[in-house]
């Protein structure tokens, strides 16, 4: 069973707004929410660490997310009004994947390092010759840079372990966002180049598109989208939040990496949260989104899986032969059976991100 890295989960979002618990398993969460708010707001949980060792999940980006107020809903504990408050969850949700790594290390790492990185990866194939589980990696990913005060700060951000930020959510004061559109604003170029001159890795996701093609022109760092789908496969979409064939080029141009989304409603246009039935998309149309990253890469080197699994939908909303994230693996037969081979298929699920990750984290 080939290894999968995924490369978008809001997990502190949960633990801090719905009380999650992901050492438990997917099943033992469901039926302790059952019939409570939480699966109402964010549906049926997709995840816990034996979900992850059933599915070989090596590691795992996990947000630093929460939503500007003016668009989040009454219920979200992590809304924020201005950068100060946004600065405080942020600094928090870091300090959630440091306490669960530091106390649990038999069940997470924490992930800022290329010997960090190969330690989890050590431990995974020792369990996977007969051992008892294996410690996942969590690898932290800013996704929305409102937090970000001062440029300053990013020097502190780097030594609390982060390696990646995406500047934008929804519009931020660094660029245009989903259903904010607009382009990289002054500051935004000036956190570019504050950002690489530490090294960190770029996330286009959610960026407006003149914001995308405009970072990926002066960005020198590594540019990802690590949670993003194909817009030529949705043309129906009502708004900014897919990539252009355009952005799509430019990143591999950039020897970049897109994880796509097995969300319903980023896979089928028309399909709609609590409304459409979940039998009208499968795997096969996940593996379409795959697909094209392919034809226009002319190889299968720079498409992954970024989840985003429990970040605002769950189970009821993703294609039917998922039960939780170990059916991942699924798409492995799929992409055989689409010409793929064994060894590219093992480099989508897992391989492209661990490769794109011995490139840009520090030793
Ligand atoms: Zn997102």
């Known amino acids: 069973m080939p290894l999968i890295v995924d490369s978008h989960q809001d997990l502190a979002w949960n633990i801090l707004s719905f009380g999650r618990d992901y050492l438990r398993s997917a099943q033992e969460t469901r039926r302790i929410e059952k019939g409570s708010p939480t699966v109402e707001r964010n549906g049926d949980t997709l995840l816990g660490w034996p979900e992850y060792q059933q599915g070989n999940v090596a590691v795992v980006f996990a947000t630093l997310f929460s939503a500007p107020a003016r668009w989040a809903y009454d219920w979200e504990t992590y809304s924020y009004r201005e950068p100060k408050e946004a600065d405080r969850q942020y600094r928090q949700q870091m300090d959630v994947y440091h306490r669960l790594t530091g106390d649990h290390p038999d069940k997470f790492r924490f992930i800022s390092s290329v010997s960090d990185l190969d330690e989890v990866l050590a431990s995974q194939r020792e369990v996977n010759s007969g051992g008892q589980g294996y410690p996942v990696g969590l690898l932290p990913l800013m996704e929305g840079a409102d937090c970000i005060n001062d440029f300053g700060e990013l020097e502190e951000w780097w030594d609390r372990g982060l390696r990646f930020i995406g500047p934008a959510w929804a519009g931020t004061r660094f660029c245009g966002g ?19 001159d530490l090294g960190f890795t770029l996330d286009l996701s959610h960026m407006d598109e003149p914001a995308a093609l405009e970072s990926l022109d002066i960005y020198p760092g590594h540019i990802v989208v690590t949670h993003g789908n194909c817009l030529a496969l949705l043309p129906k979409h009502e708004f900014n939040r897919h990539l252009s064939d355009r952005v799509i080029r430019g990143i591999l141009e950039r020897d970049g990496m ?72 699924k798409l492995v037969p799929l992409l055989l059976s689409c010409g793929y081979s064994e060894e590219d298929a093992a480099a989508i699920l897992g391989g492209n991100w661990i490769h794109m990750l011995h490139r840009s984290l520090p030793v």
């Open 258 to 329: 897109i994880g796509v989304v097995p969300f319903n409603t980023f896979l089928k246009d028309g399909w709609l949260v609590g409304k459409s039935n979940r039998d009208e998309v499968s795997l096969m149309d996940l593996v379409a989104h795959i697909d094209h990253i392919c034809q226009l890469a002319g190889d299968a080197r720079h498409v992954g899986i970024g989840s985003d699994f429990d970040g605002g939908f769950g189970l009821q909303s993703t294609p039917k032969e998922i039960d939780t994230i170990a059916d991942l693996q």
């Open 178 to 196: 989903t259903k904010e559109p607009g382009p990289l604003t002054p500051d935004g170029r000036k956190l570019l180049v504050a950002m690489a």
